[in-house]
């Protein structure tokens, strides 16, 4: 059994989180045929809880706690060093020092390195073995976006971050023997960025678990009794979420209810931000914080919203409230990864009066309901096993000698 290292910014697990699935699908899907060596970060204790699963299933393992408060202090090393303030935030000598020790011992066939902050421990070494990197979007262009939609300083920091991760990503994808993105699209907007890297960028889609994301699944009802609930799931610390639903709460939610006035907009997820938990003082508007099951919430939601304007790559919360069955309502850039047809698979609406008008139709007891078109487009198109066969075959290919 050949041996592979697995390193990670967040533990990959539990598999049903928005930002894991990914993670934990390729990790499960590796450990089968390899010895994977798994090192990741932890940024939420109650995390910790699940360490005993992975090492059930993978060779060695080191978990290093991450501290938001104390990482964002470090963070601001990048400054001084003209490095973007993304690695030091995930400097670790431990982490180094056990990928380090892991590669001596094991001197593992595959370097699977999941995000790019995580490419800075790409452990030098004289023998040829085949790193591959998950960039799964442009994280570059994300903070390049933030900074049109922030005041000084904070624009200039977030566009500065935008310019040095881009040459980190650069440099890193020169380096790989190839790098993955979740969409085609990603792939194309990397590769007109890094034109260098263009015969190795692989588009590899995620997967949706339709049996545990279904509609044919019975859930007790989380709303009031004749409550017409529009929902937006996901993690609520993540300021592409703050700044959708505050969007959508303010611009958007008003216009709906004066024609449906028992319309409630709900958040659900984990971490609100003290944005968010303000949002809870305006009408219709409720904040759930952390739930143990988002389903019960899609199940019995007139719509689903997704009002993102950052965004990147494909939005799992779009695809599993798809897979569910539920009509989605979503913003262009909350779409853009999904090659479906709108208006047949989902509604797209530019802008909050489009967004408003769009939903106010979709809410008319005649209207066309898209969710079993919605369904049927993920179970034909998103299924895990297509892409795990493509990153087997991408991590099966030739290595270049080892580098420095």
């Known amino acids: 059994m050949s041996d592979l290292l697995f390193l990670a910014h967040r533990i990959p697990y539990p598999p049903n989180k928005g930002d894991k699935i990914r993670s934990w699908h390729f990790l499960r899907h590796l450990a089968e045929k390899r010895r994977v060596h798994l090192g990741c970060f932890i940024d939420d204790p109650a995390d910790h809880e699940h360490e005993a699963t992975l090492r059930r299933i993978c060779g060695e393992c080191c978990f290093i706690d991450l501290k938001s408060k104390q990482r964002r202090l470090l963070s601001a090393r990048g400054l001084l060093t003209g490095a973007p303030l993304t690695l030091p935030y995930y400097a670790s000598r431990r982490l180094a020092g056990w990928a380090h020790d892991i590669v001596t011992r094991f001197r593992p066939q595959n370097l ?6 995580m490419a800075q421990f790409d452990v030098s070494t004289s023998y040829p073995a085949r790193r591959v990197i998950d960039f799964v979007d442009v994280d570059s262009q994300k903070w390049t976006e933030y900074a049109t939609r922030q005041p000084r300083p904070l624009s200039w920091i977030y566009a500065r971050e935008g310019r040095t991760l881009l040459e980190f990503e650069r440099r890193m994808a020169r380096r790989m023997d190839a790098s993955l993105f979740v969409s085609p699209a990603e792939a194309q907007l990397f590769q007109s960025l890094a034109p260098e890297a263009a015969g190795k960028l692989h588009a590899v889609s995620n997967g949706v678990d339709t049996d545990f994301f279904s509609p044919e699944r019975v859930y007790a009802d989380p709303f009031p009794a004749g409550a017409r609930a529009l929902v937006f799931t996901g993690a609520m610390d993540y300021w592409p979420n703050i700044d959708a639903v505050d969007f959508f709460a303010h611009a958007v939610l008003p216009a709906v209810r004066e024609a449906f006035p028992d319309t409630t907009f709900w958040i659900v997820g984990s971490n609100p931000a003290k944005t968010v938990q303000d949002l809870a003082a305006l009408p219709g508007v409720k904040v759930t914080g952390r739930v143990p099951d988002v389903r019960p919430y899609l199940a019995h939601a007139a719509l689903v919203v997704a009002p993102l304007r950052i965004a990147r790559g494909i939005q799992n919360k779009v695809l599993e409230a798809m897979a569910m069955a539920k009509t989605v ?3 262009p850039q909350a779409a853009e990864g999904i090659e479906g047809q709108p208006g047949r698979d989902y509604h ?16 008319q ?14 179970l034909a198109t998103y299924h ?3 892409s795990l066969y493509k990153l087997d075959l991408i991590l099966d290919g030739p290595a270049q000698p080892g580098r420095s």
């Not at 007891?365 to 993920?378: D, E, I």
């Open 365 to 378: 007891p005649r209207s066309p309901n898209l969710g079993a078109q919605a369904r049927s487009y993920v």
């Open 329 to 331: 309502v979503a913003t």
């Open 348 to 363: 797209v609406a530019d802008g909050a009066d489009a967004f408003s008008a769009l939903i106010k139709q979709a809410l």
């Open 112 to 117: 699977f390195f999941f995000s790019s902050a």
């Open 384 to 386: 895990w096993q297509k």
